[in-house]
């Protein structure tokens, strides 16, 4: 049997229920994420001898965390039980993984920055470095698995490309912020970072919203559209400033904060569109009706 | 018919059969006896006097303040059509008492961090509230939009299938208070049976379109604990005509996030090789 044209729904009211999230959970997808690149950026920067990108690296990387724990926790709407995170170890659930990687690396992160800024202990800040460096690749990539792993279609039929998008985002951030904290001698690397990830990003973000088929649209209406749009235009501009001219600071500057705005901006338009999609039961009814009355 | 034993394979050793509701809505008078138990037995908050225009429904749909929502469909049908062969000409009327499924693979259960939505005994899915910390990741992931945060309160709440009542031997408020018997509750393997002769009554007596909702465990929940008999599709009931429970494809989403982890980290190393510059 065909199934009617325009899917049909309960007085055209929602499915879903939208999230709860604020926007302290877009703030802490960028945060969280630019803290793990930093960690990543500093310990190459040790590594190779760069001295001062290392030290705003890893002080990029602790301000990031701290502002991510608060976000997390500011959002919780029982915020003295935030403890109750660690109560478990869940595979299946992308966020109990994640508060586990948070929990490993945020101390870590402090303990690296603390030891440099203070002139102790330099092996116990090496060996701290190197464990957060080492969580890194998972803090910036588990939060487009926690994105994905809801109902809501636009998350959900976007999973084989958040994980991809908030890393490279994270990893433009971190190079973005950190060039136009650092002197340019020592900046190559994170100038790199910044115009890569840029880029890496504006063709995650084009699949995810051309793959993601009818529910993709959400990522070109209302706030998800417009956060999307700016988004596009701040990490694009941000990476040509920082390509051509971030040799000099004042074009690392320029260049680096608007990809990190971009970045911003590209996890606010992911949670808008989230919500938006939730709302309208098409994107619900219609392909899981499909599904159903396909001929198998 | 075997069902599957979701307190079994939560390392419960010994434990009751697996219970839930067979709500025949063909049975239903929208009557919203079922609303109003559940509310005073469970103390379940106001949420509003509203007049929401969408026939007799008022309540509008499941939430952290409402664990049971009867929907009113009013159809356009020829006159003489039914379940008791008659009707008001013109339009046959479509109620069904919604409540949470207590799903066989329950998403809400699966991505809670803290470990506050648990499995009973009895195969249902409750949130312990003195562990909620409120984060909200159950809300989302839910694909019948079930349960959400209650806004002054903080943590998620939603139907507990009456887990005080089951401890005490006693069914269900909503079932209680049901005159028609539209709800059912009991072991979920014999309210199956029920409902597969149900259905086949139905279709005897000429109403074709009855069919079950949830009764299966080859659905992408894995069965519900809270099964229906509809007589249209789901989605004019407001109810996904295909649910999946999310973690299905979280083996496959941890690879993908290796993956981006693995490019991540080659480059970043990538991006400090070759001269200095």
């Known amino acids: 049997m065909v199934p009617p044209a325009e899917p049909r729904s309960y007085y055209g009211r929602p499915i879903l229920k939208k999230p709860v999230w604020e926007w302290f959970i877009p703030a802490y997808f960028f945060s969280g994420g630019l803290a793990g690149a930093s960690s990543a950026l500093a310990f190459g920067a040790r590594l190779t001898g760069r001295t001062r990108l290392a030290r705003r690296a890893r002080l990029t990387s602790l301000a990031a965390v701290s502002a991510s724990t608060y976000f997390l926790v500011a959002d919780l709407g029982r915020p003295e039980r935030f403890v109750n995170m660690l109560r478990v170890a869940k595979p299946t659930s992308p966020m109990s993984v994640g508060s586990w990687i948070l929990a490993g690396f945020g101390p870590a992160s402090g303990v690296a920055a603390a030891t440099d800024v203070l002139g102790i202990l330099p092996g116990v800040g090496a060996v701290a470095e190197a464990g957060a460096a080492i969580l890194s690749p998972a803090l910036t990539t588990y939060t487009g698995v926690l994105v994905a792993n809801t109902a809501i279609p636009a998350w959900h039929e976007a999973r084989h490309e958040l994980p991809w998008l908030f890393a490279a985002g994270s990893a433009a951030s971190a190079g973005g912020i950190v060039a136009a904290l650092a002197p340019p001698q020592e900046a190559g690397p994170a100038r790199r970072m910044a115009v890569a990830g840029a880029a890496a990003e504006l063709i995650a973000a084009d699949r995810m919203e051309r793959q993601s088929g009818e529910w993709g649209e959400v990522y070109r209406e209302g706030r998800a559209g417009r956060y999307s749009c700016l988004s596009r235009w701040c990490t694009g501009v941000g990476a040509l400033v920082m390509l051509l001219l971030g040799r000099r600071r004042p074009g690392a500057v320029v260049g680096g904060t608007l990809v990190a705005v971009g970045a911003a901006f590209q996890r606010f338009a992911v949670a808008a569109a989230g919500e938006q999609s939730a709302e309208d039961p098409r994107h619900v009814v219609g392909p899981q009706r499909a599904r159903v009355s396909a001929p198998s | ?277």
């Open chain 2, 1 to 277: 018919m075997t069902v599957i034993d979701p307190a079994a394979l939560s390392g419960y050793d010994v434990h009751p059969p697996r219970v839930g509701f067979f709500t025949d809505t063909t049975l239903c008078i929208g009557c919203k006896a079922c609303e109003v138990a559940c509310k005073e037995w469970n103390g379940v908050p106001d949420d509003g006097l509203n007049w929401l225009t969408s026939s007799y429904d008022h309540t509008g749909a499941l939430g952290a303040n409402t664990w049971r929502h009867v929907a009113f469909i009013e159809k356009q049908a020829p006159a003489g059509e039914g379940p008791a062969g008659e009707g008001t000409a013109g339009v046959q009327w479509l109620m069904s008492s919604d409540v949470c499924k207590h799903c066989t693979s329950a998403a809400c259960l699966d991505v809670c961090p803290t470990g506050s939505l648990m499995r009973t005994e009895f195969g249902t899915v409750v949130v312990q509230q003195d562990i909620c910390n409120g984060c909200g990741y159950c809300v989302p992931a839910c694909p019948f939009g079930v349960i959400d945060r209650r806004h002054d309160d903080g943590r998620v709440w939603k139907c507990t299938l009456c887990y005080d009542r089951l401890k005490n031997d006693l069914e269900p408020a909503c079932a209680q208070a049901c005159p028609t018997k539209s709800i059912q509750f009991g072991p979920l393997d014999e309210l199956r049976v029920r409902a597969h002769d149900r259905v086949a009554k139905l279709h005897d007596a000429g109403t074709v379109d009855a069919r079950l909702y949830g009764a299966g465990d080859g659905d992408g929940v894995g069965g519900m604990g809270a099964f229906f008999l509809l007589l249209d599709d789901p989605e004019v009931y407001g109810l996904p005509p295909d649910p999946v429970v999310t973690t299905r494809d979280l083996p496959d989403m941890w690879l993908t996030a290796g993956k981006a982890a693995a490019a991540f980290a080659v480059g970043v190393v990538a991006m400090f090789v070759g001269r200095r510059r």
